[in-house]
């Protein structure tokens, strides 16, 4: 299950470098990218000896905390189209672009639900014209639509 889509400026891992354990997750660049790592050491010192940087730190997780919340309440009641449609908006924003190329496992995986729901269901979003599909690439024709998708 895709957990997070991470982007420019975004920290990952802090977690268990926090309670002194092992990452366990894995992670994927969709584009290219460039990683930096931050010592454990520095990280620690920065954490409690910078009020700034604490402050926006907690802020950080206050706001992760909150989407993680967010996320799970939509795999409860959401509908498989209302999650999708988030899936796909997340893609959008992570890739800064209206056309996109994304694997059907990989909006599943965010969507919370079997690849062959998400191809029926993008199926559809392309006959309603919400977004177009053209060798292998999905153009979002419809932001807004989606973005206001029912439950």
Do not use: W
């Not at 409690?48 to 907690?58: D, G, T, V």
């Amino acid at each position: 299950m895709i957990t997070h889509i991470y982007s420019e400026g975004d920290f990952f891992g802090y977690l268990p470098l926090l309670m002194n354990e092992k990452y366990q997750d894995s992670a994927v660049a969709l584009d290219d990218c460039e990683l930096r790592l931050i010592p454990p050491d520095d990280f620690t010192m920065l954490l409690f000896n910078n009020r700034e940087f604490s402050a926006k730190f907690i802020k950080m997780l206050a706001g992760q905390a909150e989407e993680i919340e967010k996320n799970l309440l939509d795999l409860a009641y959401s509908s498989v189209r209302k999650r999708v449609a988030k899936a796909l908006i997340k893609f959008h924003q992570s890739n800064k672009s209206n056309n996109m190329y994304i694997l059907r496992d990989d909006i599943a995986s965010l969507a919370g639900t079997a690849k062959e729901t998400v191809i029926r269901t993008l199926s559809d979003f392309k006959s309603e014209g919400l977004i177009s599909i053209e060798d292998n690439r999905i153009a979002i024709l419809h932001l807004e639509k989606l973005e206001n998708m029912p439950q």
